[in-house]
């Protein structure tokens, strides 16, 4: 699967900066005002990747489109770089497109679910750093309680293979339904359920994006955090929520960027303090980085790859 053109133009970096230079030279006999403002131009030059100017971040739409637009993009912009956000509306095209060379890094899934995904699709993709997460959560559809379970209840869920797993397992943890005993819980499907007597469960499987539009349409729905957002949902509405932090979401590049300027530039404006205190502001009950030591001490050890792998470092 391709995309279709994505414009990559490439832009006049520091154009407004040499209009205002001979603005000023023109309003005086000295040369100064040019001299510094080229100096100016060559400081602001020298802080970004020499090879890299433009970096086209990719994510779904909701809060992590959110991050770049309101924070990211203008601090790499600051650094003297040009950046361009594509949002994307699925799971599968953001890793496609970042093989594919139409994305520079893409920002929008768990671990787990890029392991999967570039084994089965054969693409030489490595994660990087964490980024703020909105838990998956169980959310009111026809019935506003957990209380309110029934015999023959239909619960909708993300249907593709890594999120279906996390919605048995949320599933589970209720009482709902009996998983298999020694199943792989990032990998847990159909096949795995042992016992759905209790209640019948009707599970049904929606594309992620699709799940908070179809919430009138199920008794209880299984919605990613990121969605839930985008559609309106505050957080604190869900029902319940996952308490694992194995799904905290990463960014991904293509292997052969890792160890570049522009990735640690990147990865600098994700942890930077500013970013830090806008998470915490604009995304209450997120789960953060494993990085910024904030509420994470039942996250996975395996799990906490959270700095930039060196140059030619498998980072699974």
């Given at each position: 699967m391709?995309l279709?053109d994505?414009?990559?133009?490439?832009?006049?970096a520091?154009?407004?900066v040499?209009v205002?230079?001979?603005?000023?030279?023109?309003?005086s006999?000295?040369s100064?005002?040019?001299?510094?403002t080229?100096?100016?131009?060559?400081?602001?030059a020298?802080?970004?990747d020499?090879?890299?100017?433009?970096?086209v971040?990719?994510t779904?739409?909701g809060?992590?489109a959110?991050m770049v637009r309101n924070?990211?993009k203008?601090s790499?912009?600051?650094?003297?770089?040009?950046?361009?956000?594509?949002?994307?509306?699925?799971y599968?095209?953001p890793?496609l497109?970042?093989a594919?060379g139409?994305?520079?890094?893409?920002?929008?899934?768990h671990?787990?679910?890029?392991?999967?995904?570039k084994?089965e699709?054969?693409?030489?993709l490595v994660?990087?750093?964490?980024?703020?997460?909105?838990?998956?959560?169980?959310?009111?559809?026809?019935?506003?309680?957990?209380d309110?379970?029934f015999?023959?209840m239909?619960v909708s869920a993300p249907?593709?293979p890594?999120?279906?797993?996390?919605?048995?397992?949320m599933?589970d943890?209720l009482?709902?339904i009996?998983?298999?005993?020694?199943?792989?819980?990032l990998a847990a499907?159909?096949?795995?359920?042992a016992?759905n007597s209790?209640?019948?469960?009707?599970?049904?499987?929606?594309?992620a994006?699709?799940?908070?539009?179809?919430r009138?349409e199920?008794?209880f729905?299984?919605i990613n955090?990121n969605?839930a957002?985008?559609?309106?949902?505050?957080?604190?509405?869900?029902?319940?929520?996952?308490?694992s932090?194995?799904?905290?979401n990463w960014?991904?590049i293509?292997s052969?960027?890792?160890g570049?300027?522009?990735?640690?530039d990147?990865?600098n404006?994700?942890?930077?303090e500013g970013f830090k205190?806008?998470a915490?502001?604009?995304?209450?009950?997120?789960?953060?980085?494993?990085i910024?030591?904030e509420?994470?001490d039942t996250?996975?050890?395996?799990n906490?790859?959270?700095t930039?792998?060196?140059?030619g470092?498998?980072a699974?």
């Open positions: 391709k279709t994505i414009s990559r133009q490439l832009a006049t520091f154009a407004a040499g205002s230079g001979l603005v000023l030279v023109g309003c006999n000295s100064a005002p040019e001299e510094n080229e100096a100016a131009a060559e400081t602001a020298s802080d970004i020499p090879e890299h100017g433009k970096i971040i990719g779904t739409e809060d992590f959110d924070q990211v203008g790499l912009e600051e650094q003297g770089y040009e950046v361009e956000l594509i949002a994307f509306t699925d599968v095209r890793n497109a970042l594919e139409d994305l520079d890094i893409n920002i929008f899934q671990k787990p679910y890029l392991d999967t995904f084994t699709n054969d693409l030489d994660e990087v750093f964490q980024v703020p997460t909105a838990p998956l959560g169980i959310y009111s559809g026809k019935k506003s309680s957990l309110e379970a015999e023959g239909s249907n593709d890594s999120n279906f797993a996390r919605a048995l397992v599933m943890d009482g709902w009996t998983l298999k005993d020694d199943i792989d819980p499907s159909k096949n795995d359920i016992d209790k209640y019948n469960i009707d599970i049904v499987e929606l594309e994006a699709q799940l908070p539009r179809a009138d199920v008794d729905a299984v955090g969605y957002t985008d559609s309106g949902i505050e957080l604190t509405e869900a029902l319940f929520q996952e308490p932090f194995a799904y905290v960014s991904a293509k052969a960027d890792v570049k300027k522009w990735v640690e990147v990865t404006a994700y942890n930077a205190q806008y915490h502001d604009t995304f209450p009950g997120y789960k953060y980085p494993s910024w030591n509420s994470n996250a996975p050890a395996e906490d790859a959270s930039v792998p060196a140059e470092e498998n699974e």
